[in-house]
């Protein structure tokens, strides 16, 4: 089914989401919904947080056919380096595009949707896609890690801020 995407300035987008404790038919069923809602989108990643539902569950698709869906339940970031300057967008952020610094290589922990711990070395767009939805689990946006000018530019191009009046 697909799934309503919350986007700024929702405050729900700000909760920090609580880990997964209960793994059965209804995570399984947020993973395919959010999959599904990420597919419709034309996206490359998602987070729960996003849809209104408050759990640490992440899923991703950064292959050229969409074939390729990756799931991270309680993700954890173990190590990060080559930072550069990457394009990023949001499907919460609707009408923004702009380059925040992020690692593109990383060592995460997490489990599949059954439970199952796993750790893996990813990079590049994977690495990229991942931390961007960790900060949606803990209630960050990317416009935050933007310079306060940038990010005032983008409010005021968007009319989420107000000019300052001629006096």
């Known amino acids: 089914m697909r799934l309503a995407v919350l986007t700024h300035p929702d405050p729900r987008l700000r909760t920090v989401a609580q880990p997964v404790t209960e793994f059965g038919a209804a995570l ?4 395919d919904d959010l999959l599904e809602t990420m597919y419709a989108a034309r996206a490359i990643g998602l987070s729960a947080t996003q849809v209104d539902v408050h759990q640490r569950v992440v899923v991703l698709d950064v292959s050229a056919d969409g074939r390729a869906p990756q799931v991270y339940v309680n993700p954890q970031v173990l190590a990060q380096d080559t930072f550069g300057m ?19 290589r990383l060592r995460v922990r997490a489990q599949d949707r059954d439970g199952v711990p796993f750790e893996r070395r990813i990079e590049g767009m994977n690495a990229v896609c991942l931390l961007h939805e960790i900060d949606h689990l803990d209630g960050r946006l990317f416009v935050d890690r933007l310079s306060w000018l940038r990010r005032l530019r983008w409010r005021r191009l968007l009319g989420r801020e107000p000019r300052a009046s001629a006096a």
């Open 28 to 31: 399984s069923q947020l993973v």
């Open 86 to 104: 990457v394009e990023e967008s949001c499907m919460s952020v609707p009408g923004v595009l702009d380059s925040v610094r992020r690692a593109t």
